[in-house]
T-cell receptor
Framework: EDQVTQSPEALRLQEGESSSLNCSYT??????LFWYRQDPGKGPEFLFT???AGEEKEKERLKATLTKKESFLHITAPKPEDSATYLC???????????FGTGTRLQVFP | DTAVSQTPKYLVTQMGNDKSIKCEQN?????MYWYKQDSKKFLKIMFS???????INETVPNRFSPKSPDKAHLNLHINSLELGDSAVYFC????????????FGPGTRLTVT
């Protein structure tokens, strides 16, 4: 069964303190791995798509990377506005649906 | 504004009642979804429609019935509500060929008492 595990559950950072979020996955035939951002009281917002091991995508202070077993979301010099829950999801060739992890709740303090 | 909208935002009701949640998207997408997010923030797909045709139907109690009058609308009707139905329900839409890039609505927080 396809599975996605994210760690840590919660992360508190000082502004400017870089860190990484982890997404480990088990999927039979990875079609793609996706990162979403969810602000409190809102729906998830699409961030990145990664298709194959070694691929990297960047957007402002965020960089997503992918290996055959996991993905990392690196946050460089975060700002308070980066505070949100970051969700990882996978899409496999066997199913036609996104499987989400439970997310990492990031809080960045000034 | 172009977006995915849901009504109502909050829904508080008693066990045994029947309720509906409405969803509309004006992004021109052809695929729409319903997700349930539980208290642990786990987001799980319930249904997916493509051009009014049901394409994903997860193991969801048959008290839940989606209805898509056209490709811009996907409503969710829930019969005989139970305490365990309390959650946030999200509607989303996408283009079928890019179904991972989903645009989510703001969610409907359903509380069953």
């Amino acid at each position: 069964e396809d599975q996605v595990t994210q760690s840590p559950e919660a992360l508190r950072l000082q502004e400017g303190e870089s860190s990484s979020l982890n997404c480990s996955y088990t999927v039979s035939g990875l079609r793609g791995l996706f990162w979403y951002r969810q602000d409190p009281g809102k729906g998830p917002e699409f961030l990145f798509t990664l298709y194959s091991a070694g691929e990297e995508k960047e957007k402002e202070r965020l960089k997503a990377t992918l290996t055959k077993k996991e993905s990392f979301l690196h946050i460089t010099a975060p700002k308070p506005e980066d505070s949100a829950t970051y969700l990882c999801a996978v899409l496999s060739y066997n199913t036609d649906k996104l499987i989400f992890g439970t997310g990492t709740r990031l809080q960045v303090f000034p | 504004d172009t977006a995915v909208s849901q009504t109502p935002k909050y829904l508080v009701t008693q066990m045994g009642n029947d309720k509906s949640i409405k969803c509309e998207q004006n992004l021109g997408h052809d695929t729409m979804y319903w997700y349930k997010q539980d208290s642990k923030k786990f987001l799980k797909i319930m249904f997916s429609y493509n051009n009014k045709e049901l394409i994903i139907n997860e193991t969801v109690p048959n008290r839940f019935s989606p209805k898509s009058p056209d490709k811009a609308h996907l409503n969710l009707h829930i019969n005989s509500l139970e305490l365990g139905d309390s959650a946030v329900y999200f509607c989303a839409s996408s283009v079928r060929d890019r179904r991972y890039e989903q645009y989510f609505g703001p969610g409907t927080r359903l509380t069953v008492t």
